[in-house]
């Protein structure tokens, strides 16, 4: 019997329920997605959505299996598009759970969807993440746990509830751990450590000195990591599973933490994006009781501010400096390697997960020198490169999505990457950055031709844009209906051909929800504004992008151009020439009307199949002219 079954003999639906669940199913076989906001979505009763993916299931006799599971490669990724979902986030008077945030699939229109971390983490930030491997309390359905189905049974019915409407799903890979996770605690040789003396200093045996250079102390390393491991298992003896009983356990969690603490160990934090070598210890602050660091970049700057202070870094290689750059090369931590590359390795092969997007990948390549030798505490490519073919063995359809911010999509794609995040979250749709994008379209169509793979998604928004750092507030709050739609209009049309960029957006945009930042490292939920009109736009621009998109797939952007308030782009293909038309957020949207589109030379012998697509209805229009004005 398939999750889904079981659940809604648990959840048993009355007459109406089913009759619901049964016009969702109806509808979904018919367009491929339901006509309903999130908003309205994550309000559908626990019973309905249950019978829904039943029937879904029983269509496939219970398998929920994933849709590219037999693919020979990961160039599927490159045709996605993907939607990031915080679990936590799905919920309206309590918090989301995976139930909860299976009933928003249905409505959003994108293939892929991107899950941020779902284990256990501290702070109330998901980010910081305490358990690698285990799986967070706070998002699993009580009343299902109560009645046996646990939460990994839980993370399996989301898995199948994705893969059932032939959506491809996948999660976050941090480099980095909360200070005192319980991976640490259980781990410690993978991670690197200071000791203070009771008078807060560090313990004179920590470091030693090279050629005027600061660097930990290896042998005295191991001696810490044993002594690390004989407070925990003094606290735990030796259960099946030590991880889980201390995440299960708080009592015990803070018990291990306060001895570790008094005996003066603390984890060494993460350094600052542009930081290098490894922190420095800097002294104790006695009213919040914890140790600091000092932060130093390349040239001498405090980059205290920039650092994640709560996150202790996986120890990927031995003999990093203090606040310096290695003058010699740098021996791999194998274990911690190990270690790391596995943690997809398990989800993988119990939960069906399709692709891995890395955390915190900006500056990685500018953060080692041309042999691979890091700079700082941040993986290297010689790491990434060896996770990612790990985690294709045996099933090479595995993908892999970098969080660049950026638009060098090179040297990602020469490290196995399918695509990077890109950096259209940190621009507005203006005449430079269209520019911009048609541009960096040239770069990939290169690649493509010359079949060097990887691409950038084009992200309408992200989680991150409400980070102080960046925007302030998410870019669906910042720009509202019309900018957002045309943020929409330009992820779908202006990229064809072996260029062709995915779209990225995030669960609520789609009807103007928003506070994904907020909900990410605060406990709150999605702010749901369940706007139906912009909805009803939302798949107006779908809709129009599923008629084209086998023809784009296929077609050639001929040319394009940047015009006071306004651009277009011709586009070749099988069908004739396309013409799309936007203009700037900057400008009054009704300016679209009033442009010039000279197609002179361009449309024989298609003179006659020229057709115009404008931003501003989603719809189109066909113009039998060499020479026309909208």
């Known amino acids: 019997m398939g999750i889904w079954n079981r659940i809604s003999l648990l959840l048993p639906p009355d007459k109406d329920e089913i009759e619901e669940a049964r016009g969702m199913y109806r509808e979904f076989m018919?367009?491929?997605?339901?006509?309903?906001?999130?908003?309205?979505?994550?309000?559908?009763?626990?019973?309905?959505?249950?019978?829904?993916?039943?029937?879904?299931?029983?269509?496939?006799?219970?398998?929920?299996?994933s849709i590219v599971a037999g693919n020979k490669d990961s160039s599927w990724m490159k045709e996605s598009d993907f939607c990031f979902m915080n679990i936590r986030a799905t919920g309206t008077d309590e918090f989301g759970n995976f139930i909860q945030a299976a009933k928003m699939l249905p409505s959003i229109r994108c293939q892929s969807i991107h899950l941020g971390p779902f284990t256990s983490y501290d702070f109330n930030v998901i980010y910081a993440v305490t358990s690698v491997k285990i799986i967070s309390g706070d998002i699993i359905h009580k009343t299902l746990e109560k009645l046996g189905i646990d939460d990994e049974t839980q993370l399996c019915a989301f898995c199948d509830a994705v893969h059932l409407l032939g959506k491809t799903?996948?999660?976050?890979?941090?480099?980095?751990?909360?200070?005192?996770a319980v991976t640490v605690l259980i781990y410690p040789d993978i991670f690197r450590w200071i000791k203070l003396t009771p008078?807060?200093?560090?313990?004179?045996?920590?470091?030693?000195?090279?050629?005027?250079?600061?660097?930990?102390?290896?042998?005295f390393q191991r001696v810490i990591h044993k002594e690390i491991a004989d407070i925990v298992n003094a606290n735990i003896g030796n259960p099946d599973d030590k991880e889980k009983s201390i995440v299960r356990d708080k009592n015990l969690y803070h018990k291990i933490v306060k001895e570790i603490i008094s005996a003066g160990y603390w984890t060494i934090s993460a350094h600052a994006w542009d930081g290098i070598g490894i922190p420095d210890y800097n002294g104790y602050n006695f009213?919040?009781?914890?140790?600091?660091?000092?932060?130093?970049?390349?040239?001498?700057?405090?980059?205290?501010?920039?650092?994640?202070?709560?996150?202790?870094?996986?120890?990927?290689?031995?003999?990093?400096?203090?606040?310096?750059?290695?003058?010699?090369?740098?021996?791999?931590?194998?274990?911690?390697?190990?270690?790391?590359?596995?943690?997809?390795?398990?989800?993988?092969?119990?939960?069906?997960f399709d692709f891995i997007r890395y955390d915190s990948l900006d500056h990685v390549y500018d953060s080692c020198d041309q042999?691979?030798?890091?700079?700082?505490?941040?993986?290297?490519?010689?790491?990434?490169?060896?996770?990612?073919?790990?985690?294709?063995?045996?099933?090479?359809?595995?993908?892999?999505?970098?969080?660049?911010?950026g638009d060098d999509v090179e040297p990602y794609a020469d490290s196995g990457f399918d695509l990077i995040l890109g950096n259209d979250m940190l621009f507005g749709i203006d005449r430079a950055h269209v520019e911009r994008i048609f541009k960096l379209g040239e770069r990939i169509a290169v690649r493509g031709i010359s079949g060097r793979n990887g691409t950038a998604a084009f992200a309408i928004d992200t989680h991150d844009t409400g980070n102080p750092y960046i925007w302030g507030e998410s870019l669906i709050r910042k720009m509202g209906f019309d900018k957002m739609r045309l943020r929409h209009f330009v992820s779908?049309?202006?990229?064809?051909?072996?260029?062709?960029?995915?779209?990225?957006?995030?669960?609520?945009?789609?009807?103007?929800?928003?506070?994904?930042?907020?909900?990410?490292?605060?406990?709150?939920?999605?702010?749901?504004?369940?706007?139906?009109?912009?909805y009803g736009k939302y798949n107006i621009i779908e809709n129009l992008y599923d008629k084209l998109k086998d023809?784009?797939?296929?077609?050639?952007?001929?040319?394009?151009?940047?015009?006071?308030?306004?651009?277009?782009?011709?586009?070749?293909?099988?069908?004739?020439?396309?013409?799309?038309?936007?203009?700037?957020?900057?400008?009054?949207?009704?300016?679209?009307?009033?442009?010039?589109?000279?197609?002179?030379?361009?449309?024989?012998?298609?003179?006659?199949?020229?057709?115009?697509?404008?931003?501003?209805?989603?719809?189109?229009?066909?113009?039998?002219?060499?020479s026309c004005k909208i």
Not at 384 to 389: G, M, R, T, W
């Open 169 to 180: 799903v996948g999660f976050d890979l941090e480099p980095h751990v909360a200070q005192f």
């Open 551 to 626: 023809n784009l797939r296929s077609s050639k952007l001929i040319l394009w151009r940047i015009c006071d308030g306004y651009a277009y782009w011709i586009i070749s293909s099988p069908a004739g020439l396309l013409v799309m038309v936007v203009s700037y957020e900057s400008e009054r949207m009704e300016n679209c009307y009033n442009i010039t589109i000279d197609i002179e030379g361009i449309g024989d012998p298609f003179w006659d199949k020229i057709t115009i697509f404008d931003m501003q209805n989603g719809g189109e229009t066909l113009y039998p002219f060499k």
């Open 492 to 534: 779908r049309f202006a990229s064809v051909g072996s260029a062709m960029r995915p779209k990225y957006e995030v669960a609520g945009f789609q009807d103007l929800s928003h506070g994904l930042f907020q909900a990410n490292v605060t406990l709150s939920n999605i702010v749901w504004e369940d706007n139906k009109n912009f």
């Open 30 to 65: 018919s367009k491929k997605y339901v006509d309903i906001t999130p908003s309205a979505a994550v309000r559908i009763k626990d019973a309905v959505i249950a019978y829904f993916y039943k029937l879904l299931e029983d269509d496939l006799s219970g398998e929920a299996a």
């Open 371 to 405: 042999a691979g030798n890091p700079f700082s505490d941040r993986p290297t490519p010689e790491v990434l490169e060896s996770v990612i073919k790990h985690s294709q063995k045996n099933k090479p359809y595995i993908g892999h999505i970098a969080e660049r911010m």
């Open 199 to 219: 008078d807060k200093k560090t313990d004179p045996l920590l470091y030693v000195v090279k050629d005027g250079k600061k660097y930990l102390n290896e042998d």
């Open 287 to 352: 009213a919040g009781n914890y140790a600091e660091f000092y932060y130093l970049n390349e040239m001498g700057e405090e980059r205290g501010d920039y650092a994640y202070k709560v996150l202790t870094p996986f120890k990927f290689y031995n003999e990093l400096p203090v606040n310096a750059k290695p003058d010699n090369a740098c021996s791999l931590n194998e274990i911690a390697v190990d270690y790391f590359k596995n943690i997809f390795i398990y989800f993988r092969d119990n939960f069906s």
